[in-house]
């Protein structure tokens, strides 16, 4: 996948819990707060950027787990 696809790329919220290892939990977090943005197709076929989960993960990862 080159980097434009891989910025473009929408994910289901099962497939950032099983490649990123977060719960549902925590996903439904990160958007309550702002820090994700839903993209909603329907009330049920949400997805979400995969360019925001990474950036959103690695800055997580260098505040030690703190947003």
Same mark, same amino acid.
Request: charged share 20%.
């Given at each position: 996948?080159?980097?434009? &696809?891989?910025?473009?790329?929408?994910?289901?919220?099962?497939?950032? @819990?099983?490649? %990123?290892?977060?719960?549902?939990?925590?996903?439904?977090? %990160? @958007?309550?707060?702002?820090?994700?943005?839903?993209?909603? %197709?329907?009330?049920?076929? @949400?997805?979400?950027? *995969?360019? &925001?989960? &990474? *950036?959103?993960? &690695? *800055?997580?990862?260098?505040?030690?787990? @703190?947003?």
């Amino acid at each position: 996948m080159s980097h434009q &696809e891989k910025s473009t790329a929408l994910l289901s919220a099962q497939t950032i @819990v099983s490649r %990123f290892d977060i719960g549902y939990t925590t996903l439904h977090k %990160f @958007v309550k707060h702002g820090l994700l943005t839903p993209i909603r %197709f329907s009330k049920r076929l @949400v997805r979400y950027r *995969a360019s &925001e989960i &990474e *950036a959103l993960i &690695e *800055a997580t990862a260098k505040n030690g787990g @703190v947003l």
